[in-house]
């Protein structure tokens, strides 16, 4: 529903589309021709210069010359004129239209009273004196006329004679459920006639109105869909339409009801797989100089769009998986939109991890379909790169959680599979059924997820100190107290801490050593700003490069909380975070941001209301956060279980500084990282 009133929002926001008028005398009628425009919900598509942006009815916007891959025409189905890419249209008619509609006395008007000479069928009218004006002299035999004799004595119509009836509407479309005022004048009162004014609804065949009395009769009326002619007489009062030679008859007045809807040929397909949309409209769009589109909401765009007609029908493939929230939508004063409706395109996700090492441990693996696979046909299985079934497939949910167990020196790769069980398989000798092999492969595979590895938890170090040269050797230190780092996080840049140097990068690439490279300003109050973070970044990326870091690594911004040692008023702001994601990713890197990841902190704060507005920038970055801060004993062996704290919205955190040296005698800080975090590994000539 709030998708359906932002786009009702969006575009009742929009200025309105000027419609051209045209009038034109046929008989006694006037006809309005509205001369069509461009639809409102988007920009008309460019023309192609070489097409006539007018047809010989009107001058209306020529097809657009599209071409998007995803759409086709349906099977058999020829291109609707002066519409849309891949746009099918067909004028039906409606049942709707035969449905009679509901009468009822107009608001603040009074019902007829009954009359004793000859009873005039009961309806919910109101009834008056008020009089049709004289209608001016014909200036010429060929001029309209409005009076309409009837071929009878006028005796027969009673004692005076009424020579002229009009019928109104007060409009001519309005939304299903609406109510139009049909109003039927005459030359003369009915009063003691033995005549009444009675209203039809002709498309239906019911009479809505019937008066004995007064020389009006009006009647409010609703109806659902379609068009709707009705039609006045002053007649001997009957329920069924009079014979014309008989009564005196008015003009007829049509008044079409607005409706919109969508139907698809599916509701859940595969990747790749076709769905036929069809938007439909309660009145030909032709007439009105309307268009009926097909909108999709989850996008926020328009798929293709018919000028003429009562259905619009495409067919779309989408090679992406999602789920689409689809309406029909006719535009115009009054518009109309569909109730939405949900198209899915099968999606499936997976994710792996183990809780130690590369090797010799237990991955646990999760698929994440994009729908509840319940009610469908397939099931969602995980295969290891050998095409082994890992434990079993899930029917049920969206989800399916299973564990495998890894050892030797390589770990698998695994895919998730969305697909259809194979069926059992009967025996030759019996009528006993065997059920399927115990790993069976899927078969009609819809959707299939990326090869993963398992993401494994690495441990490293941080530290403002060199971990070798200048006379020491920081690296050994912490091998022998705590353990073998899988990475270390050192300075780009000498600021309070000095920048790391070739030799610290050498021995990193002799052990395979990550790199977690960071980058500080001697002013860590200063983050405020696009401006700040965006200079940064350009410096950090700068670094990188005479570093010979690659494209593809990690930069991360230190951003310390407002204290003692960083008084800056108010701590980080969203323009900052903004600013640092932009320039690192235009570098070719991956931003990354330490910070305190604890949801409502400053830093939290602004990474949400940042992220809220360039969901991006969460996608393609990562937070290395720094709470929570432990204390006691650790090293690399009696690691905690990795569990940073989040900031409570959305965002990668992929690494965590878990322990402060605090002046201890290995001076460095302790943390933990997930093998995805992108890590430099220095490659040096041996």
Known sequence: MQLLQGLLSDLRSRPKRHLGLAFIAVSNHITVVVLAAAPTVLAVPALNPTQSACSIENCINAVAVESDARLSLPAGHPQCEESGPTASCEVEGTAADSVPGTPAVPEGQSACPSTDVKPVPTTPAACSDTLLPPIAPARSSGDPALIVMPSVPAASLGARLTSRLELTATADTLRSGRQVVLTATASASVTSTGTAIEIF????????????????????????????????????????????????????????????????????????????????????????????????????????????????????????????????????????????????????????????????????????TNTDLTDTPWVVGIYDDQGHLVDHACKTGNTCSVQASVSGQTTPKYTAVVGVLPEAIPTAKSNVVQKAPAAPALVDIQAKSAAIEPTHLLWGVDSCKPFIGGGQNLYNAVVRSLGSPDFWGRYLTNTVCPGISSTEIALASSHHMGILPIYNDYNCSAVVSYATGHQYAVEAAAAANRLGIPAGRLLAIDIEPPGPACPGAGGVDGGFIEGWYDGVHEAGYVPVYYGNGTAGTEFARAWCSTVASLPNVAAESAIWSFEPSLLGRYYKAKAPNFAPYKPGCAGNVEAWQYMLSAGSNVDVDQDEALSTLPLWYPVTAS
């Open 201 to 368: 609804d002709t498309t239906s065949g019911t009479l809505i109105a019937a008066c004995g009395q007064g020389n009006q009769c009006a009647v409010g009326y609703t109806a659902i869909s379609g068009i709707h002619d009705f039609v006045a007489f002053i007649t001997p009062p009957m329920v069924s339409p009079p014979d014309e030679a008989s009564a005196l008859e008015s003009n007829h007045s049509t008044v079409g009801w607005l409706d919109s809807a969508v139907t698809a040929s599916a509701a859940i397909v595969g990747r790749d797989q076709a769905i036929t949309i069809t938007a439909t409209s309660t009145i030909d769009v032709a007439q009105g100089g309307r268009w009926l589109e097909i909108y999709d909401l989850t996008a926020g765009s328009r798929i293709t769009y018919c000028s003429r007609g009562t259905s619009c029908s495409t067919v779309v493939k989408e090679t992406k998986g999602g789920v689409h929230q689809i309406v029909g939508y006719v535009t115009g004063e009054p518009e109309a939109v569909s109730a939405p409706i949900g198209l899915t395109w099968l999606d499936v996700s997976l994710s792996a991890t183990t809780v130690g090492p590369k090797v010799d441990g237990t991955v646990y693996l999760k698929a994440v």
